[in-house]
């Protein structure tokens, strides 16, 4: 059975750090493309950041970039997102995907991540 399972949310303050964690199981971690998504309310979700299976290479979001690190371990079978100085308008719920290339992809349930004073 598939799964991936994110974890790490919560309400930080203006400037503070997350991590976010997906563990992932039921499918061959290592050789799929892994994101992460977010949407805040009344919005439509949008790609946040991406590590490749084949080199581990990244890309982001311009308006996270200098701030987020997507990272894997596909040993531990998880992919994280480390998110520093937080700002209100990264309120949103969170997702994890995982993308094999041209063919199918999987979701997570979502975690809130609520940035506020």
């Known amino acids: 059975q598939v799964q991936l399972v994110e974890s790490g949310g919560g309400l930080v303050q203006p400037g503070g750090s997350l991590r976010l964690s997906c563990a992932a199981s039921g499918f061959t971690f290592s050789r799929y493309r892994l994101s992460w998504y977010r949407q805040a309310p009344g919005k439509e979700r949008e790609l946040v950041a991406v590590?490749?299976?084949?080199?581990?290479?990244?890309n982001y979001a311009d308006s996270v970039k200098g701030r987020f690190t997507i990272s894997r371990d596909n040993v531990k079978n998880t992919v994280y997102l480390e998110m520093n100085s937080l700002k209100p308008e990264d309120t949103a719920v969170y997702y994890c995907?995982?993308?094999?290339?041209?063919?199918?992809?999987?979701w997570g349930q979502g975690t809130q991540v609520t940035v506020s004073s």
């Open positions: 995907n995982a993308l094999f290339v041209g063919n199918h992809d999987f």
């Open positions: 590590i490749t299976w084949s080199n581990n290479s990244t």
